[in-house]
């Protein structure tokens, strides 16, 4: 354990990494705290989870759509002149949203303003350790895996924090304090210059990001990945529901980011002699078979071992996705990249969780089971064929 952790140790004494990482932990706080926010919110002031769900819905999309063009911002101008306005546009979103209750119309605009102009900060972050690690390419394994890890952190004590809150304070303080951490971890990540990834001439002609082989691929095995987790969470539900113990779905939700923090711990300190198209396929293929064992549990605690073991694989087959992303692109393009990745899962998370919901009332919570299996092998599938055919300068422009 210990030689695991001495690679994070390294990671962090590269000069300015716990500054820029922890200000964007900070900024990042908010992707798990506004969505289950404003569900709370709407359904608390409405009585409608149907209304909530579907304003939950415009900013998850929106979210979704307005980080792709707005991480191609970012690219052009630099994270410091644009994450500082992001961060305003989407207060100012957030702030109409809650104070418009009586205006249906009008909450919808603020809560789309607030999605389209969230900015990707997980791609943001990896953006800035690819620049940092352009001397010790061999680290970027290490950044990645401990991102994830962040990624795993941040959805574990959101919900957690946005339930507690609502109840304790008020049903508008997730939202209130969300806007606090925006806009405080933006501007401290955009003071950061010394480790801000260099912009591209404005000059050079515009490149279309799909015309680098095999990067069409990428969004697809995000969002495979995201039909994993959607599908995987609402089965789960269902299914602590079903056998008498929805009271468990949180302790197994929990347990199955945990056991993903520890196999994203262990796989980022290797280093892998494989390539990383070669890993992707093996990780996607070990995610495949570890989601079977769910298919065949018949109760909470053979649910619980089977989630265990399927924690275990999501964090390396993450950590890989968007190693080989970075591998097919140029660095002056890398947040857009990393943002069509990410935008892919947030797409296939809704997906999953619609489709999974349907499967449910139809044929059960056993064989809804399967769908995770499904997003597996499809992404399994799209690795095959997903290989770099360059190594772009880190920090070319």
Same mark, same amino acid.
């Given at each position: ?30 992707? &798990? ?342 997003? &597996?092998? &499809? ?13 772009? &300068?880190?920090?070319?422009?």
């Amino acid at each position: 354990m210990i030689h695991v952790l001495s690679a994070y140790r390294d990671l962090f004494r590269i000069p300015g990494a716990w500054q820029f990482s922890g200000a964007t932990f900070l900024a990042r706080l908010p992707i &798990a705290i506004v969505m289950l926010g404003v569900v709370l919110y709407v359904a608390g002031t409405t009585g409608s989870y149907a209304q909530a769900g579907a304003i939950a819905g415009v900013f998850q999309i929106c979210a979704a759509v307005g980080a792709i063009f707005t991480s191609r911002i970012i690219d052009k101008r630099g994270q410091r002149m644009t994450l500082p306005l992001l961060a305003c546009m989407n207060s100012v979103g957030l702030i109409i949203f809650l104070y418009s209750n009586e205006n249906l119309a009008v909450q919808i605009f603020g809560i789309a303003l607030a999605g389209i102009s969230q900015p990707a900060l997980g791609a943001v972050v990896r953006a800035r350790w690819v620049y940092v690690l352009v001397d010790s390419p061999e680290m970027k394994r290490t950044a990645f895996a401990w991102e994830s890890i962040i990624d795993e952190l941040i959805f574990i004590v959101g919900p957690i924090f946005t339930v507690v809150m609502s109840v304790q304070i008020g049903l508008e303080f997730p939202i209130v304090i969300s806007i606090v951490f925006m806009l405080t971890g933006s501007v401290l990540l955009s003071l950061q210059r010394k480790t801000e990834p260099r912009t591209h001439n404005s000059d050079l002609p515009k490149v279309n990001i799909f015309s680098h082989t095999g990067m069409w691929r990428m969004p697809i095995i995000g969002a495979c990945f995201g039909w994993l987790f959607g599908s995987y969470e609402v089965t789960t539900v269902a299914f602590a529901t079903e056998a008498g113990h929805p009271e468990m779905t949180g302790f197994i939700l929990g347990v199955w980011a945990g056991c993903s923090a520890i196999g994203g711990l262990w796989f980022g300190h290797r280093a892998w002699k494989s390539t990383l198209p070669r890993q992707l396929v093996v990780c996607t293929s070990i995610a495949c078979l570890a989601f079977m064992p769910a298919v065949f549990a018949r109760s909470i605690p053979t649910l619980f071992i089977a989630t265990m073991v399927a924690g275990f694989a999501i964090a390396p087959g993450l950590i890989t996705t968007y190693s080989v992303t970075e591998q097919l692109i140029p660095a002056n393009m890398l947040t857009e990249a990393l943002t069509w990745t990410n935008s892919g899962m947030i797409l296939g998370y809704a997906a999953g969780t619609a489709i999974s919901g349907v499967l449910i009332d139809s044929v059960g919570t056993s064989m809804s089971y399967i769908l995770p299996v499904v997003g &597996a092998l &499809a992404a399994t599938v799209f690795a095959l064929r997903a290989t770099p055919r360059h190594r772009p &300068a880190l920090t070319s422009n």
